[in-house]
């Protein structure tokens, strides 16, 4: 961190900034020049907020360096993080898995087929949520722990693991029986919280969706939250931000994969249902992660879209849904991943 005293700002300001620091047990060390009294600030300046020293008269500009988070760091630890899932299954650098289901866990009867169809795909990781953040307070909530219930039976029958969303903390013993991976979803990015209490009370993967309006560093630092509660197995979905845009429901921000890459070990997917809010564009954008070096892609199939309980629009039917799956693995051989 380096801290720039206003021009004119006396010794004695200077000091009282510096001897808070040095109490703190910081180094510091001058870089002063131009008549502008510049000072280094060393040591783990992770506890230490910039604009908390932008209260001490004397003081014009602080300017950090280091990352505010450390342990999603790729200056903590260079090489990637794989997580386990489960078996054969891993989700990081050199592996590319898709994650396929319902928007929400609706029936039995519809959850089989959608497993089916992974299967006969060769997709092992089935997603639905049974607890549904939706916007409207009118709209379907989703079943609830009986939903988890009907994933815990299907996977069962169809060796599949399960993925879900968590959106309270009490559910955490039900999801510690049922599902293989939590799911937090946009809305809740920002719930510490339940990010600390999942970084506690679970040592299972979780899928850590990026907020509507997130920057990359809020996200890791949700992240951060995970993992110095406990859990080091986060894996990031870039799921579209919200712009100016109307066409599409969200933005894919494709950037944030190489982005993520770039500062953090932890692996990234992708969500294409989310972003585009359209089945139209999912294979395209599929395809796209997968380029752009994403660890996989979690899309919203439904063997009836246009009677889905919810997200009908943004969910391949089961037959393009196969069609995808196919174009990936083309792509994935031409890539050789
Ligand atoms: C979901 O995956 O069903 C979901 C609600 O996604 P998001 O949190 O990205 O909106
Ligand atoms: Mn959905």
Redesign the pocket.
Known sequence: MIVQMRHGATQAQSEKVINFLKEKGFEIKDVSSDNVIIFGVIGDTKYLNASDLEAFSGVFQVTRIQTPYKLVSRQFKSEDTIIHIKDDIYIGEGYFEIIAGT??VETKEITEEVAKALVSNGVKIL?G?AF??RTSPYSFQGLGVKGLEILNEVKNKYNLVVVS?IVNEKDIPAFEKYVDVY??????MYNYELLKALGKKTKKPIIL??G?SATIEEWLMSAEYILSSGNPNVIL?E??IRTFERYTRNTLDIQAVLAVKELSHLPVIV?P??SSGKYTMIEKLSLASLAVGADGV?V?IHPNPEFAL??GAQSLKLDKFSHMVKELNKLKKGLKK
């Open positions: 928007c929400a997603r949520g549904k953040p969303e799911q937090v979803g946009a809305r809740n969706k990026r509507i979905c799921r579209g969500d249902s989310h979690m919203e919810s997200d």
